[in-house]
């Protein structure tokens, strides 16, 4: 199956820094959503974005489908912003169709 | 803004007792899913359903769970047996043939 690597693992930073997080998987995948977790559980959607580029506010990610990689880029970054964050990839074939997650990276930030 | 929707929000059972899980997709969506999460563990793939019967399953999902679409809006995970090990997180996700969108989830205690 896909495999999903996630780097770095955890990321401290002060606030109003800047970030990227990255995300590589192993084969060519039909969907990449990238996640934050909140401190209560929830599983946010952040992007819906298989290739190209999108941004939302002070979040923007980019997927360079064809050498298997995305990023994630969190500008500015506030504590409310602290929280795992997620990529996931899905491949649909004739076996079926599958999300798979990433393990995530932890952010934290401080004030 | 329509949403997954998961019910319990937190169940706690006795080892050994069969418990149901419950989610009301997005209306118009064709692909469902179950996940589960360890407390601060990856959020790992169990089944894929698609046109009323399992697209893809995990090693995971094994004689101990099952799936089912009783109806038009439902769609239940139902575990066999409890163990302890089967505390966790269960997120439910729905999608149309893009992005996936997930419930809050339902906190599973095995006791």
């Known amino acids: 199956g896909i495999q999903v690597e996630q780097s770095p693992p955890d990321l401290i930073l002060q606030e109003g820094a800047n970030s990227t997080l990255r995300c590589n998987f192993s084969?060519?995948?039909?969907?990449l959503q990238w996640f934050h977790q909140n401190p209560w559980g929830q599983l946010i959607n952040l992007f819906y974005i298989p290739s190209g580029t999108k941004q939302n506010g002070r979040l923007s990610a980019t997927t360079v489908a064809t050498e298997r990689y995305s990023l994630l880029y969190i500008s500015s970054s506030q504590t409310t912003d602290s929280g795992v964050y997620f990529c996931a990839v899905e491949r649909r074939d004739q076996a079926g169709t599958a999300l798979i997650f990433g393990k995530g990276t932890t952010l934290s930030v401080s004030s | 803004e329509p949403e997954v929707t998961q019910t319990p929000s937190h169940q706690v059972t006795q080892m050994g007792q069969e418990v149901i899980l419950r989610c009301v997709p997005i209306s118009n969506h064709l692909y469902f899913y179950w996940y589960r999460q360890i407390l601060g563990q990856k959020v790992e793939f169990l089944v894929s359903f698609y046109n009323n019967e399992i697209s893809e399953k995990s090693e995971i999902f094994d004689d101990q769970f099952s799936v089912e679409r009783p109806d038009g809006s439902n769609f239940t995970l139902k575990i066999r047996s409890t163990k302890l090990e089967d505390s966790a997180m269960y997120f439910c996700?729905?999608?149309?043939?893009?992005?996936?969108?997930f419930g809050q989830g339902t906190r599973l205690t095995v006791v």
């Open positions: 996700a729905s999608s149309m043939e893009t992005e996936a969108f």
């Open positions: 084969d060519s995948v039909n969907n």
